[in-house]
């Protein structure tokens, strides 16, 4: 089993639609979660960053951790055609630590 | 303000050749990282150096060595490039989880 699992899709959706992205982890010692954005060709950028359980909200985008269940959301609102990239979860154990990512999922959002 | 570079941009080798990809960024971070990416496996960790003078081996390092040369530049090294080795490598720096920059990536074809 991996540590870091998500659907690679792709997935497509309308403009303006809300696009939900999720990853599950199997290490219960991860307390960093993040979120980066990869468009095509580039490096990845960071996102959002949530530390421990819980949600976090910057503009359009919501993080939430359920440690519970190991999985980890992210939600894009009034999805654009600027969202289209693939999406990375990342996961450490300290703010020290080495990242784990998934293997991120592709999304397209259509005009 | 450059923040991580990279070189070089893209890169063909035979097998059996070496190669040193070459990395620096100029926020003064302590951490770097290298990475590969290729389809459907995602990023997955090659090796990280968490302070000048100190490395430490990820989720793949087999097949290279790294270099913490001084707190700006962190190489790779590929002695005896294989076909494997074929894949876009991304260099990465921090100082916090939170702050993880990365570079725009080395695409290397081993043949």
């Known amino acids: 089993q991996k540590e870091v699992e998500q659907d690679p899709g792709p997935l497509s959706v309308p403009e303006g639609a809300i696009v939900s992205l999720n990853c599950t982890y199997s290490?219960?010692?991860?307390?960093?979660f993040m979120w980066y954005r990869q468009y095509s060709r580039k490096g990845p950028e960071l996102l959002m960053y949530?530390?421990?359980?819980g949600n976090k909200e910057d503009g359009r985008f919501t993080a939430q951790v359920d440690k519970s269940s190991k999985y980890i959301s992210l939600f894009i609102r009034d999805s654009q055609p600027s969202d289209s990239a693939t999406y990375l979860c990342?996961?450490?154990?300290?703010?020290?630590?080495?990242?784990?990512f998934g293997p991120g999922t592709s999304l397209s959002v259509i005009p | 303000n450059a923040g991580v570079t990279q070189t070089p941009k893209f890169q063909v080798l035979k097998t059996g050749q070496s190669m040193t990809l070459q990395c620096a960024q100029d926020m003064n971070h302590n951490s770097m990282y290298w990475y590969r990416q290729d389809p459907g496996m995602g990023l997955r960790l090659i090796y990280y150096?968490?302070?000048?003078?100190?490395?430490d081996k990820g989720e793949v390092p087999n097949g290279y060595n790294v270099s913490r040369l001084n707190k700006r530049e962190f190489s790779l090294r590929l002695e005896s490039a294989a076909p494997s080795q074929t894949s876009v490598y991304f260099c990465?720096?921090?100082?916090?989880?939170?702050?993880?920059?990365f570079g725009p990536g080395t695409r290397l074809l081993v043949l």
């Open positions: 990465a720096s921090s100082e916090l989880i939170e702050t993880q920059y």
């Open positions: 949530t530390y421990s359980s």
């Open positions: 990342a996961m450490s154990e300290t703010s020290y630590d080495k990242v784990i």
């Open positions: 150096s968490a302070s000048e003078g100190t490395t």
């Open positions: 290490n219960s010692a991860f307390q960093y």
